[in-house]
């Protein structure tokens, strides 16, 4: 594939376009002109489709919103992202390629029976909790915004994470009570459950919970756009 139209290389100069406000039409029509299996052979592993899905769809998130105008409502369900002759929606990325193909309101349990092939042709071979700490919705509760490489992809997903929980969690001690972020609630099966919560506690951030009762912040969705890592 030509280095200049290196999927991975297009997505992480479509999302720095973004927040630098610099013209991107030409970004945007070669991420449109992939050849589709060129695609799929391209990103052959799962870590070059986080960097690749990520970026688009944090890049893409902020264009509907500000550059489209399309609706909270909406977003996430227009189709209108245009990769390698075909259309996706927001959910599409999310919920179908980096979820594995899981529907959106089942707390990870359930697959998508209405995902299409193409969908099928690009999700993970396994999901990665990370995910949920490096998307950005565009609201106040979301993750900042990071920059994904395929060289630093998993210290970028740490340190993604870490810094999360670290800004999200109020523990208190006496009473043995974590508050936490409520994507723990909403994908609670992506985590590997109450379990894998509380493995991930012990090692992002060194806490062990195991005797705390966890309860759940409420979410913000109160705009906060371009909200990117400094």
């Avoid at 999927?7 to 992480?12: A, G």
């Avoid at 565009?138 to 060289?151: T, V």
């Avoid at 970028?156 to 929980?165: G, K, P």
């Avoid at 523990?171 to 009570?177: A, Q, T």
Wanted: contains cysteine; proline residues 2%; negative net charge.
């Amino acid at each position: 594939m030509n280095q200049d139209h290196d999927p991975l290389k297009l997505s992480e100069e479509l999302l720095y376009s973004v927040k630098v406000k610099k013209e991107n039409t030409d970004l945007l029509e070669n991420l449109t002109k992939l050849n589709l299996d060129g695609l799929i052979a391209h990103l052959d592993n799962d870590p070059k489709k986080l960097v690749f899905w990520i970026n688009c769809y944090n890049a893409y998130y902020q264009i509907l919103r500000q550059t489209h105008s399309v609706e909270k409502k909406k977003i996430y369900k227009v189709s209108d992202i245009h990769i390698a002759g075909e259309t996706f929606s927001l959910d599409e990325i999310e919920h179908g390629i980096l979820r594995r193909n899981t529907a959106k309101y089942s707390l990870g349990l359930l697959s998508n029976p209405f995902s299409r092939s193409v969908i099928k042709d690009l999700m993970v071979d396994k999901i990665d909790y990370r995910i949920h700490f490096a998307l950005n919705c565009g609201a106040k509760s979301c993750p900042p915004i990071a920059f994904y490489n395929l060289a630093g992809i998993e210290d970028q997903l740490n340190l993604a994470t870490q810094s999360f929980l670290e800004s999200e969690s109020v523990f208190d001690k006496e009473k043995k009570v974590l508050t936490t972020t409520a994507l723990f609630q909403w994908f609670k099966f992506d985590f590997g459950g109450l379990d894998g919560i509380k493995t991930i506690y012990k090692k992002q951030l060194g806490m062990d919970i195991d005797e705390y009762k966890i309860k759940y912040s409420d979410y913000s969705w109160e705009d906060a756009l371009e909200n990117f890592v400094e």
